[in-house]
C-alpha cells in the first residue's frame, strides 16, 4: 500500500503589488513542489520520467480548471 503524505501551506495575506514578494513566494514554491517532488520519487520508487509526467498531468489539470473558470487564475 502506498500512503502519500500531505503538506498543509499556511500563507498570510498581504499586498502582492511588491514584486519583490512575488519573487519570493515563487522561489518558496518552486523550493516546495522540488521537495515534495523528491519525496514522492523517494517513496514511491519513480523514475524521473514519472515524476516529470506526474508534473505534466497537474499543468494539464490546471489549464482544465482555468479553462471552466475554476480554481486559481
Same mark, same amino acid.
Given at each position: 500500500?502506498?500512503? =502519500? !503524505? ?11 503589488? +511588491? $514584486?519583490?514578494?512575488? =519573487?519570493?513566494?515563487?522561489?518558496? !514554491? %518552486? ?12 517513496? $514511491?520508487? $519513480? $523514475? +524521473?520520467?514519472? =515524476?516529470? !509526467? ?6 494539464? %489539470? ?5 479553462? +471552466? ?5
Amino acid at each position: 500500500m502506498i500512503v =502519500v !503524505a500531505s503538506t498543509v501551506m499556511v500563507f498570510n495575506i498581504f499586498n502582492m503589488d +511588491n $514584486s519583490d514578494q512575488k =519573487v519570493i513566494l515563487k522561489e518558496q !514554491a %518552486f523550493n516546495e513542489i522540488k521537495e515534495l517532488c523528491k519525496k514522492f520519487q523517494n517513496d $514511491s520508487g $519513480s $523514475s +524521473n520520467s514519472e =515524476v516529470k !509526467a506526474l508534473l505534466k498531468e497537474l499543468t494539464f %489539470f490546471w489549464e482544465t480548471e482555468k479553462k +471552466n473558470k475554476f480554481g486559481f487564475q
